[in-house]
């Protein structure tokens, strides 16, 4: 019997250190130590890599919306700086496009934490996020122009050098994103707020504007709210000559 009691104390000593061990985070806090890099070529990087042969290609520029009816956002970010009095604050500027009202703005991200996967001798690189807090005024001289304010989730990872580089790991994945803003941004004449999301390939918070599945896909009752174009680029054949033109728009550099 105490031999019984024995064996069953000591199979209960095991399971729960198995336990523990399975429920051990897969990430550490990396909030301090992100310090010492630079995250400004996460957000401004132009070209990532794509398939197992890793072949670098343009990235795409940001996806985004504002307003409930789902208003498409545009924005570019022309410059990224990282503040040299406080490490964990990068001084932003760039243009936003609604319709055909473009605005320069200027503004911050401030990290508020960062995570790192725990390493192993297997694993070359290990990836990485960072959240953070933006804040980003438009001009406001210009007519409908306002500030943009909430919360920004970007990916990373740490190669076998130790460069901190932006994380298209996973770029074959259905659900591949990076670089994900929402919040809102408020009207400075009428106080108005509205949400407005942007990401890399993917919008946060996006519900019924997404119905794609491989990739980004608007829904057709959401055509006319500036997404023509792009339904036209992106869900037709690639040879057609509108197809050619819409994609030519797609890539046209709007902010320059």
Known sequence: MKITKFIFQILTVLLFSSFSLYQEPSFIDF?????????GIVFVTDSIHVGDERIKVNKQEPLGYIGDNYQRFYIHFTSVKKNPENPL?????GKTRVKNNICDFKGTITIVSAKLRKGNSQLANRQGFAIGKYKFYENSQLPATGFLEGKVTTNFYLDKRQKMVYDDLESFSDN??????????????????????????????SNDLDMGVAEFMVHQKYRKNGWENYLNAWNGEANLPATKIARQEENAKWWK
């Not at 909030?31 to 995250?39: E, M, V």
């Open 89 to 93: 604050q990068y001084f932003l500027s």
């Open 31 to 39: 909030t301090n130590k992100i310090q010492s890099y630079d995250l």
């Open 176 to 205: 591949f994103a990076n670089n994900q803003f929402q919040g809102t941004w408020t009207s400075y004449k009428t106080r108005v707020t509205k949400k407005c999301n942007w990401g890399d390939y993917r919008i946060p918070a």
